[in-house]
């Protein structure tokens, strides 16, 4: 593969960047540490920087205001016509995440009605409940002489996760088939992760990724079939499911294919499931390695919430401390690590030139570790989300959730969500750390994750 610098005025108008070789040479290290990689050479060549890979132009956008320009004031110039979502488009198809233009456009209009916020009192008790139940096995094992056994609560908030979205947006049950599905979307995503980097993957790999596919295609089949029938009987309801039954069937002002359909129950399973557990994940292992903020969140559920259960979204929107903590796991740990658009045109960004077809790269990970906006940015601290400091920051410093046009559609749900998993947890359980030790490795996979799961004790109050 022939590389060439990007940092020859006439490549780029002098875009700063490493050399296309020295990229090539550090390959491996790379593909096995991206997450250093990008802060490595963000630390060193600052808001803009790039290289070529090939004949491919590869920019790195990392300033606020850059980022607005790349998702909000010229959004129509970057499309999602790259690699990363040709890889997911090969499970989703064209659903919300993968598609452009106006099918998109009139996907997202549809769409939209399925998560407006008078769902957000049904999705409390939902997500409180469900997650009460997984507690309730936590207890049970505590009770048989586990008590502060370590758990690893990243299958548990899998399942946890799933389930919520079944019952909020397809009104369904999931319970036990949450963990195949969960496990299919899993094998599904992890093929695609990798056959991004190896050309040569085993047989055996792309048939279980063919298997898995068959599975979530099992499910969105069995789902369609499942709203058809309930529609029969039940015409009021109109959750997620419904909405695309009755543009399968041409009621409404859109028609959408079967094929359609399937694009966009896939795409949710796979945006709103992993994001959401990965997320809470890493809330718990912050409080459990902050004892001391995981005393005061405790002190304010109690408070606030006075032991209501389940507590309605209304109480959860006055649970200041919580939301904070929420948000700053995500800003340290943003599950969407990595957002990438195609230039349509060239446009200019800050003071260089970025050709047609750049491949644009935005990532959460580092624009939130910027040092002008975050100070000390690897310390976790809640209180930078009050709201003084918060309004002192420009609004695109922080983007676990994207931005512009294209802002995740599921971000009060993942809110209101996490939120309800929080309190029914910790207003029941201590929780801390195997031990006192560094912080997890990371695995950036699809999401962010850690890389050997997440173990916790877990002590019954
Ligand atoms: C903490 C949890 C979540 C995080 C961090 C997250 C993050 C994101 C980000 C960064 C994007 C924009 C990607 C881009 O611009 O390239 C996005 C889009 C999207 N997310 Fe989420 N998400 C979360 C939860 C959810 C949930 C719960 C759902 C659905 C129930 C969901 C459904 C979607 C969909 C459908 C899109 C595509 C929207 C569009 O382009 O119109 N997400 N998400």
Redesign the pocket.
């Known amino acids: 593969m022939v590389i060439r610098g990007f940092s020859g005025r006439s490549a780029n108008q002098g875009l700063p960047g490493p050399s296309s070789l020295s990229v090539l040479a550090r390959l491996r290290q790379i593909q096995a540490s991206p997450l250093a990689f990008l802060m490595e050479y963000t630390r060193r060549y600052g808001d803009l920087w790039g290289f070529t890979a090939g004949t491919q132009p590869v920019v790195f956008a990392n300033h606020p205001s850059l980022v607005k320009h790349i ?1 909000l004031d010229n959004a129509h110039n970057y499309s ?1 016509d790259t690699f990363q ?1 040709r890889q997911l488009a090969r499970i989703a198809g064209k ?3 993968t598609s452009d233009g106006e099918i ?1 456009l009139t996907h ?1 209009r549809l769409l939209q009605s399925a ?1 407006h916020h008078s769902l957000h009192d049904e999705l409390a008790t939902t997500a409180f409940v469900l997650a009460h139940e997984m507690s309730n096995e936590f207890a049970q094992r505590n009770r048989e002489g586990g008590e502060g056994k370590l758990v690893n609560i990243q299958p548990w908030m899998l399942h946890l996760a799933m389930r919520i ?1 079944g019952k ?2 397809f009104s369904m049950e999931l319970d036990g088939a949450s963990e195949s599905l969960v496990h299919s979307v899993e094998i599904a995503l992890d093929y695609i992760l990798h056959s991004s980097f190896q050309f040569l993957l085993k047989r055996e790999n792309k048939y279980a990724f063919e298997q898995a596919l068959a599975e979530i295609d099992q499910f969105a089949h069995h789902l369609i079939i499942t709203a058809r029938q309930r529609k029969k009987k039940d015409s009021t309801s109109k959750d997620f499911l419904d909405i695309l039954v009755a543009a399968l069937e041409g009621k409404g002002t859109v028609s959408l294919t079967e094929s359609e359909v399937r694009d966009e129950i896939v ?2 399973l796979i ?3 992993e ?2 557990a ?2 809470l994940t890493w809330t718990m292992y912050l409080l459990a390695a902050h004892v001391e903020v995981q005393e005061a969140l405790r002190a304010e559920l109690f408070n606030t919430l006075g032991g209501e259960q389940p507590p309605t979204y209304q109480k959860l929107s006055q649970l200041t401390l919580t939301r904070h903590v929420f948000e700053e796991a ?1 800003r340290l740990f ?3 690590w990595l ?3 195609r230039a349509v045109q060239e446009d200019i960004l800050g003071e260089h030139r970025v050709p047609a077809n750049a491949l644009v790269v935005i990532s ?1 990970y580092a624009v939130h570790r910027h040092p002008s906006f975050w100070a000390q940015p690897e310390h976790f601290d809640p209180s930078r989300f009050e709201s003084a400091l918060a309004k002192s920051r420009p609004r695109f410093a922080y ?5 512009g ?7 009060q ?2 809110v209101v ?2 939120l309800a998993v929080i309190a029914a947890l910790v207003q029941r359980f201590r929780f801390s750390l195997a031990r006192a030790s560094a912080v997890p490795q990371m695995k950036a996979s699809v999401t962010l994750q850690p890389k050997e799961g997440m173990w916790l004790r877990i002590q019954s109050l």
Not at 405 to 411: H, V
């Open positions: 998702l999602k979502y659903g919300l995440l998109w997202r998560f979205l909020t947006f795409t949710l945006a709103g499931h994001t959401v990965t997320a995500l943003p599950p969407a957002i990438t658009r959460p983007i676990p959730f994207g931005a046009p294209r802002l995740c559609i599921g971000n749900v993942a969500e996490s």
